[in-house]
Structures are given as structure tokens and as C-alpha cells.
């Protein structure tokens, strides 16, 4: 496993870097393989702290004796404590705070690659995502379908990718060749304007996943539960915020500013399939659009299937598969405002 670091502040903010598992020490010690400025970033000890990915599949997290502590979220760990794909990390009250994202190991590229059909996608994360949010990932993706006929993208990182504006293809001359050139691709200049503005504020959405995957030949099973709950609104921003609690760990909290509005959609993709179906989760059974494609991230294809509904900023069901891991997002309850 390797894992995907978001420098969300400190010295580093704004940097990303990917770490080779299993094991990746966190402290100023340039022996450290996550290592921070000794001077700027002084709430870190010199060896502070350590990510160890456990034969059963759990990413352990541990401090190491630091003198300012190592948090999950808001919250000082004590002992060593599991963590998911997305948490949000500080080293150090006061300390760089870091998203941490689990992207699987790359693999050997095969001798003479067989032709496949496809299955690829969206890597939760576990993009594996969480895995996505699963926090991810999948729950990162789906904030920007609603009213798109496209699927978004979760940023690698950003945790936050789910309302990114989409910038829109060059429009098409007149056609003057052959019949038989392929057409370019459609466009689209209009409005996107995001779901959460049709949403009043104190809305909540409640989610639960299940993970399996395959590390080292172990199979694994994780549960999470996430809420996004609409905190404030205006004309342009929504702020939503996201709570993960994954088996018992401490619970990661963070804020997502989402553009309610965005200037054109991009080139339309092709889904392996698309049809109107109903779909029946904890929160009840609804009719909606089914939507299946491939997407490939971190060197891993997946496949990704989603239930949705477009005047809604979530879907009701979100199932992502690879190599490694099925993840399993459904909707557990929604009040809307």
C-alpha cells in the first residue's frame, strides 16, 4: 500500500507526496520518511510519529512519545488507534495538519497485457475512496454529479473535488470533413448550478459504508459511517461538513466549500451503461438513473456504478470495485430543508 499525503498546513501546505508503505515514520528527523522543517514546523518532535499498515489490512496509527501530541481530527490520540482513507492528521497542537489518502501498491507492469473489457474507476479509498470517503472518494465524487451528465472526478485530494468546476470544450467549426471522421465531442457553455442550492441549511445526509479488500493475500472488512450536514449557504458558496467515523476510531470532522454555480460541463463521457431503475437502501426505495463507467486513478482501474438522483448532491448508492477492494457506499437516512 502507498499512501497519498495532502500538506493541508504547516511549511508544506498546498504540497502532495506519495509514501511507500507498509511503514512511514512522521517527525523533523531527516531520517523520517515524512519529515518536516525543524525550524517552521517546530511543533512536530523529532520523531513523532508512525503509520503502520497491519497484516489484517488496518493503517495503524501511533505516537511515538511526541511533546505536543498526534490528533485525528480534533481529537489527541492516547494509544495506537485504526485510521480510514481520508482521515485529516496534526502533528502537534498547533502543528501541520495532513490528509492522509490509501492508494494501493503499483503494480508490475505484465508482460504482454491481455485485452480486457472493461472494469476500471474511482479509487476511494480508498478514493479506495471512501473508502472515499470512501471519504472519500466516493463521497468527494458525488457532490458535483448532481445536475451534471457527467461524473466527477475526485480530486486525489481534495477531499474536495465534489463541487470543482468543469471547464468546457473548445466549441466545433462547422463540419467540412468526411462523413466518416468521428464528430468531436459535444460541449456545453450553459450553467451548472450545484443541488445544495435548491437545499436549506441544517439539511443532513447520512451514509454508511462497507469495504472489503485484499492486502497481502488477508481480506479485510471495514465499516464506516459519514454525515454531511449543509452549514451555511449564500448566493455562491454552500459550506458543508463531513463526519467519518470508521470502527470505533476517532471521529474526523472537516468543511467543504462547495460553488453553487460553474460555467459549462466539459466533454459528455460515455457510460458502459445508463437506465432508469429503482434502487432500495436503509433510507428507503426510490426511483433514479443508474450510471456505470470505468475511470483509472493512481495506476489502479476501477469500476464504478452509481444510483442517482440528479436534483439531489449525493447518490443513493455508490458500489466502487478493483483488484483489491469492493467499497459499498448506501444512503442510511436524509432530512432535507
Known amino acids: 500500500m502507498r499512501f497519498l499525503i495532502r500538506h493541508l498546513s504547516g511549511s508544506k501546505a498546498g504540497q502532495e507526496e506519495i509514501l511507500a508503505g507498509p511503514v512511514v ?40 512519545g511526541s511533546s505536543n ?57 480508498a478514493a479506495v475512496l471512501a473508502f472515499l470517503l470512501l471519504a472519500g472518494c466516493v463521497t468527494s465524487l458525488l457532490l458535483y454529479l448532481g445536475g451534471s451528465d457527467e ?45 445544495w442550492a435548491a437545499l436549506g441549511v441544517g439539511t443532513v445526509f447520512e451514509f454508511e459504508t462497507t469495504t472489503e479488500m485484499t492486502v497481502a493475500g488477508n481480506k479485510t472488512r471495514t465499516t464506516s459511517r459519514m454525515r454531511q450536514t449543509l452549514k451555511a449557504k449564500d448566493d455562491e458558496v454552500a459550506t458543508v461538513l463531513y463526519e467519518t467515523i470508521v470502527q470505533g476510531a476517532p471521529p474526523t470532522t472537516s468543511e467543504q466549500k462547495v460553488p453553487l454555480h460553474a460555467e459549462g460541463e466539459g466533454e459528455q463521457p460515455t457510460y458502459l451503461e445508463e437506465k432508469k431503475t429503482e434502487v432500495e ?13 470505468t475511470q483509472k486513478q493512481g495506476g489502479q482501474e476501477s469500476t464504478v456504478e452509481m444510483w442517482i438522483d440528479e436534483s439531489l448532491p449525493v447518490a443513493y448508492k455508490t458500489v466502487v470495485t478493483n483488484s483489491m477492494m469492493t467499497s459499498t457506499t448506501v444512503l442510511a437516512s436524509m432530512d432535507k430543508k
Do not use: M
Not at 75 to 80: K, W
Open 25 to 64: 515514520t512522521v517527525g523533523r528527523d531527516p531520517a523520517n520518511t515524512l519529515r518536516f522543517d525543524p525550524h517552521a514546523d517546530d511543533r512536530v518532535s523529532a520523531n513523532h510519529a508512525q503509520l503502520l499498515l497491519q497484516d489484517n489490512g488496518q493503517v495503524l496509527l501511533t505516537d511515538l
Open 281 to 293: 437502501v436503509p433510507a428507503g426505495t426510490f426511483s433514479c438513473t443508474y450510471r456505470k463507467w
Open 69 to 125: 501530541g498526534t490528533f485525528v481530527g480534533e481529537q489527541r490520540i492516547t494509544a495506537p488507534v485504526p485510521i480510514a482513507t481520508g482521515a485529516v492528521l496534526r502533528f502537534g497542537e498547533g502543528g501541520p495538519q495532513v490528509s492522509v489518502t490509501f492508494l494501493p501498491p503499483e503494480a508490475s507492469p505484465p508482460v504482454a497485457p491481455p485485452k480486457k473489457g472493461p472494469p476500471k474507476g474511482l479509487i476511494i479509498a
Open 151 to 195: 461524473p466527477a472526478s475526485p480530486p486525489a485530494g481534495s477531499a474536495a473535488a465534489d463541487a470543482a468546476a468543469h471547464d468546457g470544450a473548445p466549441e466545433s467549426s462547422a463540419a467540412t470533413e468526411p462523413a466518416e471522421e468521428t464528430p468531436p465531442a459535444e460541449s456545453s457553455s450553459k450553467e451548472h448550478v450545484s443541488p
